[in-house]
C-alpha cells in the first residue's frame, strides 16, 4: 500500500481500486488497509486532471456527491461527472492524492457476481443488448476468471449455462472453488464475446451458504419485501411500519444512489425493532438484474418474497394478514409459487401538497382499473435462469402462479403523487427494459403519465388527474388501526417527528 501521495508523514493510504463512469456520475472504489478509519464525505474532494497539461485549469476540484459502503474493502465515493478530456482521482482536504486506477464505461461491463449455492456462479453484466424475458445462446459467449483479463494465458474458461437479459450463469472452475480467495486481490468473473473479446470487468464473487443437509427446515421468514429505491427515505417509515402490520418480517433494500437521509432514516427503524437491511446497489437502468440479485440472498431466510416498490401497499379488504392470503391463495397445491396482485393505481386526489399523515391516508381517489400486477414469489421456485420482468419471475418446471382475488388482496399503488414527489420520476427509469421518460420512446406505455409527454412541467389540473374512483378502504383501515387515540397521530409521523420531514 503506498504512502498518499503529497504527505510527508507517509501515513499508509487506501487505494482505488478502480473508477466507473456513469451517465451522471462517476463511481470510485477505495480499498482500504486493515483496521484503517474510512474517510467521510468531508475528508475527501474529486480531483480532475486535464490531459492537456498546458491547460489554465489543468486540475478541478469538487466535493463528492455522496459516500457509500462501511467494509474497508468496498467504499465507493460517488463524485460529479468527469468533464471532458479529464481524468478523475481523489485528494485528502488535509493534504496528498490517491491515485487513480482502472477506469471502466458503463455501457459495457461486469458488474456483480456471486457464486450460487450449486456452485454455479451468477454473473450480471451491462452492454450485451439482449432482449427482455428471452433466452440467448449461450454458444456465442464463453465465462473468464482471472486477476488481470489483460493476460489471457493466465485465465480459466468455463461454459456458459445459460444467458438471459443482464443474468448468465456460468459453471465455476473447481480451481477457483477451491483456492482461498486473495485478500488484497480477489478473483473477477467476465464474460467473453466470442469473436468480439471480454468484457471490462469489477465483479469478484463472493460465496453463497450452501444448502444443509437432511430434510429442509422452514425459513425464519415466512414473508419478506425487497425493493430498489433512489431518494425515498421520507417515505420508508410508512411503507415499513404498515407492512410489518400486515405480516412482513424482513426488508430488503436496494438503495440505488440515494443522496438524502435515507441511512439514517433506516438506522432509526432498526433501532425500533425492525429488521430491514441496506445494500448499495449504484448500478443504473437494472432493476431486474438487482431483483434477481435480491431474490437469491432472500432464499435463504424467506419462504415468499414481494417484489414492490416503497409507493405501493398490500391491502386486504378482508382485513386478512400476507400470512392468511397466502395460506388461501396457494393453498390449491404445493406448486403454487407465485401470487400476482393487482395494482390499482392512486392519483393526486385534489392535493397540490405531500399529505401530512401519510400516503395511505392522503390519497383516496384511483383509476376504476388495476393497471398492472406485482407478484410475491417463492425463491426456491425461481427458475435458474432468474429472468423476470420487474413484475413477476419465470418459475422452473413444475411450479405455476395463481392470480390472488381482488377481493382478498390488492396492491394500493400511489403512483402519481402531488407534483412535488411525482416529477422525480423523470430523472430516470430504474428498470432495464423501460425507456427513460426525457426520451420519445414508447411515448403511449403505460409506464407513462397519460398525456405528459417528456417535459416535467406541471400540468395546471394535475391535482384532479387519475381520479374516477373515490377508494377509502385502507385509508380507514389505517386510522382504525394505526392512529393513536390520545395524540391523534400515526406511528410514522412520531418516529419521523412529522410526515416526510
Known sequence: ????????????????????????QVLVFLKYPPSSRLFTKEDLLCVYLSANKSSSQSQRRLPPNHIDGKDVNDQIVRCPLIPRGYT??????????????????????VYEALIDRDNTTV????????????LSN??????????????????????????????VRCKTPLSVLGAPQRVNSPIKASIRVKGRGTLHSIARPGLRSKPQPGPPERKPHEMCI???????????????????????????I????SDDDIEDVMESLVQAGFNISRHVW?????????FAHCALRARESCEWVGFIDVDEFFYSPLGLSLHDVISNQSGSGNNVAEIRTSCYSFGPSGLKHLPPQGVMVGYTCRLGAPERHKSIVKPEALNSTLVNVVHHFHLSEGFRYVN???????????KYQVWEVFKEKFYRRVATYVADWQNEQNVGSKDRAPGLGTRAVEPPDWSSRFCEVTDTGLRNLVLQKFMDPLTNHLPWEELGRGYGN
Not at 436496494?254 to 444512489?257: I, S
Not at 390472488?404 to 400511489?414: M, Q, T
Open 1 to 24: 500500500m503506498e504512502a498518499l501521495s503529497g504527505d510527508s508523514s507517509a501515513v499508509t493510504a487506501p487505494s482505488i481500486r478502480e473508477t466507473v463512469i456513469l451517465p451522471d
Open 88 to 109: 478523475v482521482s481523489l485528494a485528502l482536504k488535509s493534504g496528498g492524492y490517491i491515485h487513480s486506477g482502472p477506469t471502466h464505461k458503463w455501457d459495457s461491463l
Open 123 to 134: 454473473v450480471f453484466v451491462k452492454g450485451l443488448n439482449l432482449r427482455p424475458e428471452k
Open 138 to 167: 449461450a454458444s456465442r459467449f464463453e465465462c473468464v476468471y482471472g486477476w488481470d483479463f489483460r493476460r489471457p494465458k493466465f485465465l480459466l474458461r468455463s461454459q456458459v449455462i445459460s444467458m438471459a437479459q443482464e443474468i
Open 226 to 252: 425487497c425493493t430498489m429505491l433512489r431518494n425515498q427515505a421520507r417515505f420508508l417509515r410508512e411503507w415499513v411500519m404498515f407492512h410489518a402490520q400486515v405480516g412482513v418480517q424482513n426488508w430488503y
Open 254 to 257: 436496494y438503495d440505488n444512489n
Open 282 to 290: 449504484p448500478w443504473i437502468k437494472t432493476q431486474e438484474a438487482g
Open 404 to 414: 390472488a382475488d381482488r377481493g382478498v388482496l390488492v396492491i394500493n399503488h400511489y
